[in-house]
């Protein structure tokens, strides 16, 4: 017998109580959204490997080793993304909706990476990203913050942590750039391979490595959050203002700088201590450069995404799943003329508006009666021969002992009904 063939490592099958676990943060969110006036597009899977490069950059880690890309036919080199935003851009300035406007946005799907897959970070991810384009001022960095924590309140979660930090402008980190690279130059024998190699081109990045030995050197980095400009500063201020008076709390965090290098100005990240290493469940900021980064005429925006996979992890993690999608009846069929009659009976009660699960492939009674308690069916209802001839269904409790009750098919309907205004399962 041949080896049976698995899954990528780091890419991983999402099983039915997990899917349903993701089917409750999808639809409550979805609900938060619309609630908040943004409306969902939907993206490639695939772009042109260039996109990722001039957005993300070309020095940071996913670009330089964990893009999933390749070759086509055609000879164009393209890429499975690695994130959402890049492609949201892309799709509004090919489609002529961002420039002068307001657009509030959101899509959801995977995301691809060649990192170490370990528990909370995967190769194939899951990310729900939100967007929103042509606003400058602080209220909609405001928003995004008040929309994610309406989020969390939805789906019952606890102890997640809100961090913010501004990057400035342009021009303020121009000037803290030159005096980071005066203490890099005196660390430069402390310094990874990494930070080495990007202390001329980008040595902002170096504050995110997740090296350990790296730490104390960035933590006795001076501070860009000290090296602010007026604007920038009166922008944080405000934010903090809105963010007070809606009863938010956050901790500033000067070494908050995003992996990406389109942040600009805001950026944030809610955490947990709850999931170990890998703590941050949602991430993002202000990226007012990238729309004529990519080709645009300029246009402010701002956005984050969520990781699928840790946000239902944290949900497992409180005992928060979703109730799982069980039939409310399992329709147990006895002979040949029941296995006949029984289909046209289940779509009759599913058009009533009820899960059932019809039984199929044959069996004794006992066989279905184990395949009904499996089921999580709440009832069985039990269809032979006599039943056939009579007209009529055996209703019989799974969870109980209740007395079986004998029901006229005509009846049927009115009657798992009324169970269900007595507030009984049907």
Sequence with gaps: ????????????????????????????????????GYREIRLPIVEKSELFARSIGSLTDIVEKEMYSFEDRSGDNLTLRPEGTAGCVRAGIENGFLH????????????FRHERPQKGRYRQFHQMGVEAFGIDTPDIDAELIFLCARLWRALGLEGLGLQLNSLGTPESRAVYRRELMRYLETQRGNLDEDSLRRMDKNPLRILDSKNPAMQEVIAKAPSL?????????????????????????????PRLVRGLDYYTRTVFEWTTDRLGAQSTVCAGGRYDGLVEQLGGKPAPAAGFALGMERLAELLAHQDLGAQPARPQIYLVLLGASAEQQGLVLAERLRDAGLRIECNCGGGGLKAQLKRADRSGAHHALLLGEEEVRNNSVTVKNLRDSETQTQVAQNALIDFLKKMTERGEQP
Excluded at 2 to 30: F, H, Y
């Design 100 to 111: 002068n406007q307001i657009q509030r946005l959101w899509y959801a799907g995977p995301m």
């Design 1 to 36: 017998m041949s080896k049976a063939i698995q899954a990528v490592r780091g890419m991983n099958d999402l099983l039915p109580d997990t899917v349903e676990r993701w089917q409750r943060i999808e639809a409550i969110a979805r609900d938060v959204l619309h609630a908040y």
């Design 225 to 253: 959050f000290d090296h602010l400009d007026d604007a920038a500063r009166a922008h944080f201020e405000k934010l903090g203002e809105y963010l007070g008076q809606a009863g938010i709390a956050f901790t500033v965090n």
